[in-house]
């Protein structure tokens, strides 16, 4: 397992995730690898500018992250896990968030990851500030 919360922007790339999953001495029980790669969307009701990525407490982010992945490996037979949520400014196209998932099965390994997903929008108290051409918007984890 590995996971990580950081303001190191591009310290990792999904390769790197790939390459800890697959180094898993467990692959070998594995028949799938899933992977996700969250952006910053340049356009929704209005352009993107830019967006600033914060949490009031990187440490327990981690922690909170650590312990969503951890109840995961617990509820699905997937053999290993990688991810990094990134924090800080971020421009279109540029990469905020990366899972990899190791399993055996494509089912359990494909709700594994989507748990995964959901759980750290809706978990981690994130929050986005949004500059767009039309103003400024605040979303807070769960948005």
């Known amino acids: 397992m590995m996971v990580m919360v950081t303001d190191e922007k591009e310290a990792f790339r999904m390769d790197d995730l790939l390459e800890h999953v697959k180094k898993s001495p467990y692959l070998d029980e594995c028949g799938a690898v899933f992977t996700f ?19 009031p407490d990187i440490e327990k982010a981690q922690r909170e992250l650590e312990g969503i992945v951890k109840d995961v490996m617990e509820k699905y037979p997937v053999r290993d896990v990688a991810v990094v949520h990134y924090v800080g400014e971020f421009y279109v196209s540029e990469t905020l968030f990366m899972v990899a998932v190791a399993g055996p099965h494509r089912g359990e390994t494909l709700e594994a990851l989507q748990e995964i997903i959901e759980r750290t929008k809706y978990e981690i108290d994130f929050k986005k500030e949004e500059y767009t051409t039309g103003g400024r918007n605040v979303i807070m984890s769960g948005g």
């Open 37 to 55: 790669e969250g952006i910053v969307r340049g356009v929704d009701d209005e352009r993107t500018e830019k967006l600033i990525l914060t949490t």
